[in-house]
């Protein structure tokens, strides 16, 4: 069975920086384009990050360009989501989430993903 974790949430204060990390067991995603996705309190998923088969290629949501940087490891089957300058605004549950078709222009639908993760919490405080 195909399984990604998440780990590498917590309490941060304005300003701050966490590094996610996304690892996946079970099969290896590295056909897979990769991306993350948070969802805070009363809000839809919506997307944060995504990465390229090849790592290459990265993608991001206008309120995190240039704040937070998306890395993969193919070697150790792990996705990484380096956060920085964080804002109270960035507070919900980041998930990652595992893209086997080529990129398009739905790249930000979660519905085009198959695999996801659990989740992990991540709150910046003022």
């Known amino acids: 069975q195909a399984l990604l974790v998440e780990s590498g949430g917590g309490l941060v204060q304005a300003g701050g920086s966490l590094r996610l990390s996304c690892a996946a067991s079970?099969?290896?995603?590295?056909?897979?384009?990769m991306a993350w996705f948070r969802q805070a309190p009363g809000k839809e998923r919506e997307f944060v990050a995504r990465?390229?088969?090849?790592?290459?290629?990265?993608y991001y949501a206008d309120s995190v360009k240039g704040r937070f940087t998306m890395s993969r490891d193919t070697a150790s089957n792990t996705v990484y989501l380096q956060m920085n300058s964080l804002k109270p605004e960035d507070t919900a549950v980041y998930y990652c989430?595992?893209?086997?078709?080529?990129?398009?222009?739905?790249?930000?639908?979660?519905?085009?993903?198959?695999?996801w993760g659990q989740g992990t919490q991540v709150t910046v405080s003022s």
């Open positions: 079970g099969r290896t995603f590295s056909s897979h384009a």
């Open positions: 989430a595992a893209d086997p078709r080529i990129v398009s222009s739905t790249y930000r639908d979660p519905s085009r993903y198959d695999t």
């Open positions: 990465i390229s088969r090849s790592g290459a290629t990265t």
